[in-house]
T-cell receptor, first 113, second 112 residues
């Protein structure tokens, strides 16, 4: 059974600092990994999707890396802004005939102005 | 281009009642999944529908059932509601197996 862990559960940084969010998973036989953002009481917004054959994906200030062999992914957010305050979730999809996403509990980020 | 739309946004039900939640997938998406998210936790997979059939199911009791219509929209039904069913219910859609999932804003269900 795939277990996804996100540490820390929460962090607070001053505006302008770079953010580093960690995600680890127990089963390296993944199909892809997706990072999401969730604002309080809202749905999930997809940030980045990394296929198992890829090492990283970039979108604007966001960069996500994937190391399947060690069961880890890292989401980097450059030059953080107060608007980046939210909960960030990573989700793993296992081999191609398993369609569900296994989620971590998320990291809640507060960017202080 | 509308994304994934869910209705209603919020609802309150009494223990033992039944509820139906609705989801319209993003245009061009044919696969719909449902997730339950308790407060402070990550979403848990309930089931996925494709071509009007349940393709995969998570560890949820038979009180949770669903349906997909020919236009790809979907319903989630929960019977005999328990207090523990109070959660945010999220619908996600995808255009195919090689793509990521797009989520809706969710339905907040409170059981009293």
């Amino acid at each position: 059974k795939q277990e996804v862990t996100q540490i820390p559960a929460a962090l607070s940084v001053p505006e302008g600092e770079n953010l580093v969010l960690n995600c680890s998973f127990t089963d390296s036989a993944i199909y892809n990994l997706q990072w999401f953002r969730q604002d309080p009481g809202k749905g999930l917004t997809s940030l980045l999707l990394i296929q198992s054959s890829q090492r990283e994906q970039t979108s604007g200030r966001l960069n996500a890396s994937l190391d399947k062999s060690s069961g880890r992914s890292t989401l980097y957010i450059a030059a953080s802004q107060p608007g980046d305050s939210a909960t960030y979730l990573c989700a793993v999809r296992n081999v191609s005939n398993d369609y569900k996403l296994s989620f971590g509990a998320g990291t809640t980020v507060t960017v202080r102005a | 281009d509308a994304g994934v739309t869910q209705s209603p946004t919020h609802l309150i039900k009494t223990r033992g009642q039944q509820v139906t939640l609705r989801c319209s997938p993003k245009s061009g998406h044919d696969t719909v999944s449902w997730y339950q998210q308790a407060l402070g936790q990550g979403p848990q997979f309930i089931f996925q529908y494709y071509e009007e059939e349940e393709r995969q199911r998570g560890n949820f009791p038979d009180r949770f059932s669903g349906h997909q219509f020919p236009n790809y929209s979907s319903e989630l039904n929960v019977n005999a509601l328990l207090l523990g069913d109070s959660a945010l219910y999220l619908c996600a859609s995808s255009p195919g197996p090689n793509y990521g999932y797009t989520f809706g804003s969710g339905t907040r269900l409170t059981v009293v």
